[in-house]
């Protein structure tokens, strides 16, 4: 039940495209298609943002999408917006109804 | 709208114990899967446990096992966390969450713990 690997930060401009890797193995990220992404403003509780690797919730926009190859799960944030720069947070399933968290990364817009 | 409510946080020496509270709203809750998620003081996500929906299963994680025990009242819509042993690492802002059903699709706004003599 080791954490996924994430960047600790990212940066980009507005308008800009940022994307953040999740790194795990095949007993999680690899071995199941249940990865999910969320969203963390600072004292706020986090939100869904990306489920099933690349699904979006209603009400998402569409400038956030997900994708997976191998061990490694992917956040991709597009027309990078103030309102974006948060901690965000990769999850996978790791069987047996159990889950486990990214180490967490902080979107930085410059 | 769905609402979850978490209460029961507060300091708790080591050794201690603590029952927390979720209350749920909005939704039906004897459908869902529902978990515990807990954030330590400027750090990231842990997982903690997961109960189905009439509570015939409880999985955990493992640094918790055996000290913290997950339950629900589908009478009453609310979920709770019982923990006994409660150590320094525990102290942490412990958030209930909807299960649906491989992501955490909704959150409370979190009870805070704090372990501490």
């Known amino acids: 039940q080791s954490a996924l690997t994430q960047p600790r930060s990212v940066s980009g401009s507005p308008g800009q495209s940022v994307t953040i890797s999740c790194t795990g193995t095949?007993?999680?990220?690899?071995?199941?298609?249940?990865v999910s992404w969320y969203q963390q403003h600072p004292g706020k509780a986090p939100k869904l943002m990306i489920y099933d690797v690349s699904k979006r919730p209603s009400g998402v926009p569409d400038r956030f999408s997900g994708s997976k190859s191998g061990n490694t799960a992917s956040l991709t944030i597009s027309g990078l917006q103030a309102e974006d720069e948060a901690d965000y947070y990769c999850?996978?399933?790791?069987?047996?109804?159990?889950?486990?968290f990214g180490t967490g990364t902080k979107v930085t817009v410059l | 709208e769905v609402q979850l409510v978490e209460s029961g946080g507060g300091l708790v020496q080591p050794g201690g114990s603590l029952r927390l509270s979720c209350a749920a709203s909005g939704f039906t809750f004897s459908s869902y899967w529902m978990s515990w998620v807990r954030q330590a003081p400027g750090k990231g996500l842990e997982w903690v446990a997961n109960?189905?929906?009439?509570?015939?299963?409880?999985y955990y994680v493992d640094s918790v096992k055996g000290r913290f025990t997950i339950s629900r009242d589908n009478a009453k819509n609310s979920l709770y966390l019982q923990m006994n042993s409660l150590r320094a690492e525990d102290t942490a802002v412990y958030y209930c969450?909807?299960?649906?059903?491989?992501?955490?699709?909704?959150w409370g706004q979190g009870t805070l713990v704090t372990v501490s003599s």
């Open positions: 999850c996978s399933y790791a069987g047996s109804y159990t889950y486990v």
């Open positions: 109960i189905k929906q009439d509570g015939s299963e409880k």
């Open positions: 095949s007993s999680d990220v690899g071995g199941y298609k249940y």
């Open positions: 969450a909807r299960v649906v059903p491989w992501e955490f699709g909704y």
